[in-house]
């Protein structure tokens, strides 16, 4: 399976998924370059980018404290049918795992995360939140958002960006920023690169 900017990605059975999980085209800031143009305020990763993040490709790479694992590495490597291993895990009842492609269920009034799949590989997991890992990508994705509002390229009203021509670092910066949090697992598809793209884009506009 190609995807759009040059990863080949074979995840079996999960390969069915990535025909629609993949974010349309887009253009990486190119490194050292002085401006980037912002061109649309959807400008950047859109909905879907699942299949990028798993792999470990397609963000803007400004080295920094936290290296970049290797392309096809952590659970790419490890999970051979990808998506599906996770997301159709064994049901439970039609709420989680199966068809539902769920990841959680709601149980007495609470949301329940299904982690039968985690369990083979993470003993004793209980949560999605292994070590703290989505509470750290939340924490350096609410700190990015702070610092883009502040170089005045995200609208803090409605999301979006504020179209123009900016230091190439804050474009990138927040190509990182939409990236992750259109990804929406926190983490968890590929905690080491999520960290790396976050982190190193906050210190770089810091
Ligand atoms: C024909 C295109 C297509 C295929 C194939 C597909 N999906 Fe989706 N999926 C979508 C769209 C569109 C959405 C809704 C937009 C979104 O939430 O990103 C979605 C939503 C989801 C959601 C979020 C549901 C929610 O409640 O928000 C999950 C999880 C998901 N898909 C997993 C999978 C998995 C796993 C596979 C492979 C077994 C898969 N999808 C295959 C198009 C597809
Ligand atoms: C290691 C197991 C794992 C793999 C592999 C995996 N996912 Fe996920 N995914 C998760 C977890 C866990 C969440 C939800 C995190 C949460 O809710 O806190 C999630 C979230 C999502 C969401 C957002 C769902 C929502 O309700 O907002 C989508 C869409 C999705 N994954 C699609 C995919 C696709 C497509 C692939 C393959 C390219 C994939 N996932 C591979 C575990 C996995
Ligand atoms: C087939 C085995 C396997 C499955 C299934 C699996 N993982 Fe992993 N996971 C790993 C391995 C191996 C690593 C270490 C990858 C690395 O460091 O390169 C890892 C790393 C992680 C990390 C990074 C944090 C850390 O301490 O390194 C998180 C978060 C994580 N997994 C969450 C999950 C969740 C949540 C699920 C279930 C939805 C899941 N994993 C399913 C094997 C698996």
Not at 27 to 53: F, K
Not at 69 to 76: D, I, M, R, V, Y
Not at 90 to 107: C, I, K, L, R
Request: aromatic share 8%.
């Amino acid at each position: 399976m190609e995807l759009f900017n040059g990863g080949t990605v074979d995840f079996g059975n999960g390969n069915l998924c990535i025909n629609c999980h993949q974010s349309r085209p887009y253009e990486v800031p190119v490194i050292g370059s002085d401006s980037t143009a912002i061109t649309s305020s959807r400008w950047g990763t859109h909905h879907g980018p699942q299949s990028a993040l798993v792999f470990g490709l397609g963000g803007f790479e400004i080295a920094g404290s936290e290296s970049y694992p290797e392309q096809g590495s952590g659970h790419a490597s490890v999970i051979a049918d990808g998506c599906i291993t996770c997301h159709m895990a064994e049901a439970f009842g039609n709420s989680a795992g199966g068809h539902t492609f769920n990841m959680t269920y709601q149980y007495h009034g609470g949301t329940e995360p299904n982690v039968v799949s985690c369990t083979v590989c993470h003993a004793g997991a209980e949560d999605f939140n292994l070590n703290g890992s989505q509470d750290e990508i939340l924490a350096l994705l609410h700190e990015l958002e702070d610092l883009l509002i502040q170089e005045g390229v995200l609208n803090p009203n409605s999301g979006l960006w504020n179209t123009g021509t900016y230091p190439t670092n804050v474009a990138g910066a927040a190509l990182n920023y939409r990236f992750i949090e259109e990804d929406r697992s926190l983490g968890v598809h590929n905690y080491k690169y999520a960290k790396a793209l976050l982190t190193n884009a906050i210190e770089a506009i810091q």
